[in-house]
């Protein structure tokens, strides 16, 4: 797709936009977990002290608040490149797509990690995971999604 002047750029094809608002979804989630397990310590005490019957309370405490410390600031990295490339997606330039689908495949892989950690997020972990393997496939499968990022300029941001 080529822009009619110089100035403009290709409409962004309707996969690409949900890709966006999927990713942003994707975002909200990873705001929402340190927030859910911060308000959830006494459940995540209670998982460490079922694995680790070894632990004492002191450690299960100080192991409860390094998982919701660690947990806040890897959402939130990933927060922040979620909404990124919900953001920068629309500029065409294939380092957003090929991020974003690294990104998105990375964190499935780490679903699996949290999954096999706590059951704390089960019941939402195939959801988000089916939603950035969808959020994958709408930027590789369809044809104008090709097209689009392939008509973008390769230098610049």
Do not use: N, Y
Not at 77 to 101: F, I, M, S
Not at 114 to 125: E, G, K, L, N, Q
Not at 152 to 157: D, K, Y
């Amino acid at each position: 797709m080529e822009p009619t002047t110089p100035t403009e750029r290709p409409q962004v094809p309707a996969p690409v936009q949900l890709a966006r608002a999927l990713l942003a979804a994707v975002a909200i989630s990873h705001l929402v977990v340190p927030v859910v397990m911060w308000a959830r310590q006494g459940t995540l005490r209670d998982q460490i002290e079922f694995q680790h019957p070894d632990f004492g309370l002191a450690e299960v405490a100080r192991s409860a608040d390094v998982a919701v410390a660690s947990a806040a600031v890897f959402h939130g990295v990933l927060l922040v490149l979620c909404a990124l490339l919900a953001w920068k997606l629309a500029t065409a330039r294939p380092w957003t797509r090929w991020l974003a689908t690294v990104s998105q495949l990375l964190s499935v892989v780490f679903s699996v990690v949290s999954w096999a950690s706590s059951p704390m997020f089960h019941a939402v972990i195939p959801i988000i995971g089916s939603t950035q393997i969808l959020i994958v496939a709408m930027l590789w499968a369809p044809r104008r999604t090709r097209d689009f990022f392939a008509g973008a300029p390769r230098s610049g941001t």
